[in-house]
């Protein structure tokens, strides 16, 4: 695995990091460009992704401290600065009330809105997922026997296994299936939805 990509000097581009802000520009991209196609202000979408990365990230870390307390006790610089650790249910919780928040404020129409977001939220993830295969963040799967398993003896978080062990790799798994989803939902998403007023059309 290649948890860190590149050191400049003191600075350290991290495989995960540099996946995360991938994911974050083409979600606002390809948010921008539907919220064009449904006459939306598309210059609004950088701002759902900036407070989505902020809110995401603040609760993903808060998620980690109250999840492992004692260790932030004992070390709370490193529990709050490590560039590992984001629990994604917090990532998720926080980066929802972020967005929310913005399209509340910015008097957007919710369900348009998130309708915009949804296809590119789960590319975003897709990508996010090559950042942990690369990383090796630890959340790869059970031991396992077929073609396919592998090792991750240079992961970011230390690999528990004897050499030549092989497990699952989970985040490739998540990144097929996040692929599929979006593929979908950019085929279906001129269709008219629950909440259009457009007539729909019969399939015969």
């Known amino acids: ?7 400049l000097g003191p600075v350290t581009i991290y495989s995960f990091g540099a996946m995360m802000a991938l994911a974050f520009l083409t979600a606002g991209f390809l948010t921008g460009k539907e919220m064009e196609r449904k006459d939306l202000p598309p210059e609004s979408a950088s ?13 993903s870390r808060l998620w980690l401290i109250f999840e492992d307390l004692p260790g932030f006790f004992r070390d709370p610089i490193a529990m709050i600065f490590t560039g590992s650790g984001f629990v994604w249910y917090g990532g998720l919780v926080g980066g929802t009330l972020a967005v929310t928040w913005v399209i509340y404020r910015s008097g957007l129409p919710w369900l348009k809105v998130v309708d915009c977001i949804a296809p590119a939220l ?5 990508i996010g997922r090559v950042g942990c295969q690369l990383a ?8 396992s026997n077929l073609p396919w398993a592998m090792a991750y003896p240079n992961a970011i978080i230390g690999w528990p296994y004897p050499p030549g062990v ?15 989803i979006f593929g979908i939902l950019w085929a279906i998403r001129k269709r008219p939805g629950l909440f259009s007023t457009a007539p729909v059309k019969a399939p015969f």
Not at 47 to 59: E, R
Not at 166 to 180: F, K, N, Q, S, W
């Open 47 to 59: 701002t759902l992704v900036v407070w989505a990365a902020v809110g995401g990230i603040a609760l």
């Open 166 to 180: 092989r497990v699952h790799p989970t985040p490739i798994y998540e990144c097929l299936a996040y692929a599929g």
């Open 136 to 143: 090796g963040d630890g959340d790869w799967g059970v031991v």
């Open 122 to 126: 789960v590319l975003a993830h897709a």
């Open 1 to 7: 695995m290649y948890p860190v990509l590149l050191r």
